[in-house]
């Protein structure tokens, strides 16, 4: 191809549409795709995540073959592969003597730093595309944040609301709200049986990688027994239609809800295959938005649905853009405290916890809620530092990539940028883990008590958390009240549950 163009597609950009290959001339272009080992452990992937972008890298890589499109695909196990994406790049000049290389802008600030200097180092021009696959360019997000002194996510969508018209009626909101956000905080109710997710069985490629990585990542938090994620386009829209038809309708209701056995519950489960380009974020909100217009799903499901995709998924993706790389580094909370064994498997007498570990470590999935007010919350009220909560939500879960996880994690879950994204840290007590889900049925702890033998460690914690930072929250009006609770109480409560959470917190370091 001497002369031609070398398109760099990444693993996690397995869309027909990437930039990258827009102007592809199948007589002169080679598509380049790495499978390195830097980027299965940077930090230590769950092997089904590893899975997932490798199968849906060759599963890509074949289609665009049947097209007609050259490509230069290096495999994990090439024993001439040296592992890093700079590396693979000039192994593939040295090969195709390309005029210049193309590639998409990637997810992670570090994989940039890295594409930026391939221009010096292999010695030919690149052009680093707008990443396309988004709703919002991150020069409108730029322009949308300049001069704000908070980045509030309502306000950014409301804007994109208007931009793209979904779920407008004219310049309104359909049903004459932004937000149905109060009501989609329902509980489960017993006997109610939540329908099967669709799964995806491993074709024969899907099979090869499997065990591939069950050779080399075996050490890996999970296994990749049971995986069924799509890992093409076409069941990805496949899975989406399944989500519209059988889950959307009752998704709003119960999507902060949480239940012992029901990992999926009514959520769409449709995030793998957007981070990695398998599914259009816009056919999905349209698809939503059709089955609100049709009847089929009421309007609190279909806005919750959509708010999540254009709103905070397009708001996460701008936040990290915007302000990294030093929002990586902010620790507002001053939290320092090394990450407890039971997130990585270890027995808890916690039940929400060892549920949410347990789903996490069987299928690299736990929804929003799980991650936010349990898994987040504990780090959140046990001070846990930032850095390792943050690679470890990166490692465990199959749809976390940095520009989508880190923000989540470090801004929602941990409060560690000091409010930049949340007016208020997302801290709960046992109180709300027992309302939304029944996990504290059965529990060893009893989520009415904060101090004693069988005391909830969510409480003791909870009110350790507000004290701990009263004096930084008493500007906060959204703190305003559990800080005049914690005023009212006996000072000798304070003192016992403050000493119970500190008992706690030392079984941890220990």
């Known amino acids: 191809m001497s002369g031609g163009t070398l398109r760099v597609v990444l693993g996690d950009q397995c869309a027909r549409d990437v930039a990258s290959l827009d102007g592809l001339d199948p007589a002169r272009d080679v598509v380049l795709m790495m499978e390195v080992q830097a980027e299965c452990t940077y930090v230590p992937h769950h092997p089904q995540k590893i899975v997932l972008v490798l199968s849906a890298m060759r599963h890509f890589a074949r289609a665009l073959a049947a097209r007609g499109v050259r490509v230069d695909l290096v495999r994990l196990d090439d024993p001439a592969n040296t592992h890093s994406f ?10 195709h003597r390309p005029a210049r290389i193309v590639a998409t802008h990637p997810g992670e600030w570090r994989v940039l730093q890295d594409m930026l200097g391939w221009e010096d180092a292999a010695g ?5 595309r707008e990443d396309a696959r988004f709703l919002c360019t991150l020069p409108r997000f730029r322009a949308w944040a300049a001069g704000r002194k908070s980045y509030r996510m309502e306000f950014f969508y ?26 989609n905080r329902a509980a489960l109710p017993k006997g109610l049986t939540p329908p099967e997710a669709p799964r995806f069985a491993p074709d024969a490629i ?10 080399r990542f075996s050490a890996h938090f999970g296994a990749v027994e049971g995986f069924a994620w799509p890992v093409t386009a076409k069941d990805a829209r496949a899975a989406l239609a399944a989500f519209i038809r059988d889950r959307l309708p009752l998704f709003g209701d119960y999507q902060d809800a949480m239940a012992a056995g029901q990992p999926t519950l009514f959520h769409s489960l449709v995030s793998t295959s957007l981070n990695i380009g398998l599914l259009d974020p816009m056919e999905a909100c349209r698809a939503a ?5 049709d009847g089929h799903a009421p309007l609190n499901a279909a806005e919750g649905f959509i708010r999540q995709i254009l709103g905070w998924r397009e708001y996460v993706r701008g936040i990290y853009w915007h302000l990294m790389p030093g929002y990586a580094r902010e620790n507002a909370l001053g939290a320092d405290r090394r990450l407890p064994g039971f997130y990585w498997g270890a027995p808890t007498t916690m039940r929400c916890i060892e549920q949410a570990v347990a789903q996490t470590r069987d299928l690299a999935y736990a929804h929003h809620i799980q991650r936010l007010m349990v898994t987040g919350n504990f780090a959140l009220l046990a001070g846990i530092d930032p850095a390792e909560i943050n690679a470890w ?17 470090h801004g929602m879950a941990i409060h560690a940028d000091g409010g930049v994204m949340a007016s208020k840290p997302y801290a709960a007590s046992g109180a709300y883990i027992n309302r ?5 049925g059965g529990c060893a702890h ?6 004693g033998p069988r005391a909830c460690p969510f409480n003791a914690l909870y009110w350790d958390f507000i004290a701990r930072h009263a004096d930084r929250f008493a500007t906060n009006p959204r703190m305003a009240m559990p800080l005049r609770t914690l005023a009212k109480m006996d000072p000798r409560k304070v003192a016992a549950m403050r000493a119970e959470a500190a008992r706690f917190l030392a079984t941890l370091d220990a």
């Not at 700079?86 to 090969?95: I, M, S, Y």
């Not at 990688?209 to 069950?214: E, G, P």
């Open 446 to 451: 009893d989520p009415k008590q904060s101090t």
């Open 124 to 128: 030919v021009p690149v052009e680093i």
């Open 86 to 95: 700079r590396g693979e790049v000039l192994r593939a000049v040295a090969r």
């Open 206 to 215: 899907t099979r090869e990688v499997m065990d591939l990585v069950a050779a």
């Open 393 to 409: 939500y990166l490692a465990v879960y199959a749809d976390a990539f940095e520009w989508v996880e880190l923000p989540n994690t």
């Open 436 to 440: 939304m889900s029944d996990y504290c």
């Open 289 to 293: 938005e059709q089955a609100w217009r």
């Open 158 to 183: 409301r804007e994109m609301r208007r931009e793209t018209g979904l779920l407008m009626d004219g310049d309104e909101p359909a049903g004459g709200k932004w937000n149905f956000d109060a009501e």
